[in-house]
Nanobody, 124 residues
Framework: QLQPVESGGGLVQPGGSLRISCVGSGFTLDKYTIGWFRQAPGKEREGVACSSHRDDSIYYANAVKGRFTISRDNAKNTAYLQMNSLKPEDTAIYYC?????????????????WGQGTQVTVSS
């Protein structure tokens, strides 16, 4: 399994912005669909956003639509999740994965294998 490496998390105030990154370690991300999931304390892991490499489909969960943007920089072999207007409920560990299904209205993943993720904390 190809496991990308997440980084860029941190502490941010409500209403602030943060950009987290996902690097393809030993493989090129532009050949893969990219997905971001998150898990808040005491809650199940949930899909946040994804970008398909097959047909350019992009999906956002309702909770983040209009605030988060998923993107790629193929020259840097890096994917990003730009998070604006952050809320305390966005506090979670964020995970980047490449083995998932992604369409304009859904994202789904069967595997239960995850990287270390990056912690995002939204608090005043």
């Amino acid at each position: 399994q190809l496991q990308p490496v997440e980084s860029g998390g941190g502490l941010v105030q409500p209403g602030g912005s943060l950009r987290i990154s996902c690097v393809g370690s030993g493989f090129t991300l532009d050949k893969y669909t990219i997905g971001w999931f998150r898990q808040a304390p005491g809650k199940e892991r949930e899909g946040v956003a994804c970008s398909s490499h097959r047909d350019d489909s992009i999906y956002y969960a309702n909770a983040v639509k209009g605030r988060f943007t998923i993107s790629r920089d193929n020259a840097k072999n890096t994917a990003y999740l730009q998070m604006n207007s952050l809320k305390p409920e966005d506090t979670a560990i964020y995970y980047c994965v490449t083995d998932l299904l992604c369409g304009n209205y859904y994202m789904a993943r069967a595997s239960n294998s995850w990287g270390q993720g990056t912690q995002v904390t939204v608090s005043s």
